[in-house]
């Protein structure tokens, strides 16, 4: 038993003392921070075969052509320019590179499209001065009994009892416009529970699934993602949510999942898209490097990394402008009306 | 001035504790404390693929009395160990925090070998909890860390005389055998794993082969009025690969404390005794 007790030991030892777990050597060089990256996203981004569908992407080829732009004269600056054209590839909002002279970005979602929204318009003609501040929400009840809540960003902490107390404010109104144009997202947990105030059962919104291992097609199961109606004051009346090229990630997902819920009309311009929740990495260069990494699809099981389209298209008009007006909340506000 | 509010708390209380104790002959228990810094070296892949390095500090408590097992001759062990390291990635422009505390008991045999030198062996089981924080990723800021493990533990005690004092040398080295480890998927957002409650085997079987792990205390300990003064090296190598995920741990610290022994008789003894 002594005799039995030692070799287990002995062979536990001698495993433990020569299996090192560490990570592949760190070369700094131009081409090693080149093939680092392409390395980091090869074994971590989600979208490879969607992106080579829908935009042509052959991340080998990718490869190929950015590593013959290797060069050790190179200076950082041009490191980083040819890493970022790397990236933007892939046309990917979330896929970014950071370093302290700049961020690599690829954001043709919003920079190739009409704006369809002026802050200074809505600022000035719609929210005015005399409007109310519920965290995240910023709301007003219009001239003609429509309730007007802006949110321009999710990252800002807003809780059931902002959102039912902004509600309650607004209860007899006609019909209620959720203003989410050039919001760039920020915590899914915040807007999916702004959402949760516009269903009165459980409602499936969609599916998400993630990498479980370094192939390109390694993904665990699809899992459900559902809204449970929120504690607290659940509007019932109509509500028209207003959407533009800007609305990205989080809000992507916003207007995903109001899209399902009752008495919701989606109105503007097709969403930025964002649905690869990012995760972040880094190169030997020591650059942040931000990519895809968990796929959330709609309920019917298909991708909004492209966008969310509206279910009426409407898009600022100059003339509207030049009369300060905005376009889509008067669409909005027409659909609303009781006259 | 911690460390001594720890070790002022500590003694009193562990002798109260002895004095209750009915155990077999030498009716003799040991209390210590060890304070340390030294050097760390953290790899967490689900974080970043590159190594972080930096400062570590350490605290570790331990107890050790005998049982009635085995014709007394067998010991038990506690030790309770914290740690915290400030890390750097080589670039210098990220900053990692890893941080736990482990909580460890050992039951060991005892063999005369020879004169002055004494060698225990035995199984243990301990428990972890602790995290690593990167300060600039967004979605996979931290990973947290825990486990249980079945460990095995060997140690050796040699006595010798120097400069007309007793000095005891101590190794121990500790190897996790089998448990269970938490860890995410490859992929998995922490928004999936605790918002969602999607679990996807973020329960692992760990072993020797998955968790290639070692714990080491090199200590000498020289008698000091009614404690004991310890010098020493603490090396903790701890290691993990599971669901695709690499995970290390090195950290090395110096350190120094006291011990003191506890008897039910007397409470105070002057030498070193053999563990």
């Known amino acids: 038993m002594r005799r039995f007790t030692l070799y287990i030991l002995a062979l536990v030892i001698a495993l433990t003392t020569s299996a090192c777990i560490d990570e592949d050597d760190y070369d700094n060089s131009a081409k090693g921070n080149i093939e680092a990256l392409w390395k980091i996203m090869d074994q971590h981004y989600c979208f490879f075969d969607y992106k080579k569908d829908i935009i042509g992407v052959d991340w080998d080829e990718v490869h190929q052509r950015y590593l013959a732009q290797a060069n050790e004269k190179m200076t950082k600056a041009q490191l980083f320019e040819v890493c970022s054209n790397m990236l933007a590839e892939l046309k990917d909002g979330h896929v970014n590179l950071y370093a302290s002279h700049d961020m690599g970005r690829n954001w043709s979602f919003k920079e190739d499209h009409p704006n369809n929204f002026d802050e200074n318009l809505v600022n000035d003609y719609y929210l005015g001065t005399d409007y109310s501040i519920a965290a995240g929400l910023s709301y007003k009840l219009l001239e003609d009994n429509v309730g007007y809540v802006r949110c321009e960003s999710f990252s800002e902490a807003l809780g059931n009892g902002n959102i039912s107390d902004a509600l309650y404010r607004l209860e007899l109104c006609d019909g209620l416009i959720i203003d989410v144009r050039n919001n760039p997202g920020g915590n899914l947990t915040t807007s999916r529970r702004l959402a949760s105030h516009f269903t009165n059962k459980k409602t499936l919104v969609g599916y998400i699934y993630h990498k479980t291992g370094k192939g390109r097609n390694d993904f665990s199961n699809e899992e459900e993602e559902n809204i449970e109606p929120a504690q607290g004051i659940r509007w019932q009346k109509p509500v028209i949510v207003l959407a533009n090229r800007s609305t990205y990630s989080a809000a992507n997902d916003f207007v995903k999942c109001m899209k399902v819920m009752p008495n919701v009309t989606i109105v503007g311009d097709t969403t930025g898209g964002g649905s690869g929740m990012p995760m972040s990495s880094e190169i030997p260069a020591g650059w942040s490097v931000r990519y895809s990494a968990v796929v959330m699809l709609d309920k019917d099981h298909k991708h909004t990394e492209f966008g969310v389209a509206p279910d009426i298209q409407v898009d600022m008009t100059t003339t509207d402008h030049e009369n300060n007006h905005d376009t889509i909340i008067e669409t909005a506000r027409a659909m609303l009306r009781k006259d | ?275």
């Open chain 2, 1 to 275: 001035m911690l460390f001594m509010a720890m070790l002022w708390t500590s003694l009193p209380l562990s002798a109260q504790t002895m004095a209750d104790n009915d155990l077999s002959s030498p009716q003799t228990c040991m209390h210590a404390i060890m304070v340390g810094a030294g050097w760390s070296n953290v790899l967490e892949s689900y974080l970043s693929p590159y190594n972080y390095t930096g400062t570590d500090f350490t605290v570790i408590r331990e107890t050790m009395r005998p049982t009635k097992l085995m014709q007394g001759k067998v010991d038990v062990q506690t030790l309770f160990q914290i740690n915290g390291s400030i890390l750097d990635n080589r670039a210098k422009t990220a900053k990692e925090y890893a941080g736990g505390l482990r909580y460890g008991i050992n039951w060991q045999y005892t063999w005369d070998v020879a004169k002055g030198l004494k060698v225990m062996a035995g199984p243990g089981a301990s428990a972890y909890l602790g995290g690593i924080y990167n300060d600039r990723n967004g979605n996979n800021p931290g990973q947290a860390k825990g486990d249980i493990m079945v460990d095995l533990t060997a140690q050796a005690f040699y006595n010798f005389r120097l400069f007309r004092r007793e000095w005891m040398l101590r190794y121990e080295m500790t190897v996790p055998f089998i448990g269970m480890a938490y860890t995410p998927n490859y992929g998995q957002s922490y928004y999936e794993a605790f918002e969602l409650e999607n679990y996807d085997h973020n329960l692992q079987f760990a072993h020797f082969a998955n968790t290639p792990s070692m714990r080491h205390l090199l200590t000498i300990s020289m008698p000091m009025k009614s404690a004991i003064l310890r010098f020493g090296v603490s090396a903790n190598y701890q290691q993990a690969k599971l669901n695709g995920l690499k995970y290390h741990n090195y950290n090395t610290d110096i350190m120094v404390g006291v011990a003191k022994y506890f008897e039910r008789k007397t409470t105070t003894r002057n030498h070193v005794l053999p563990f």
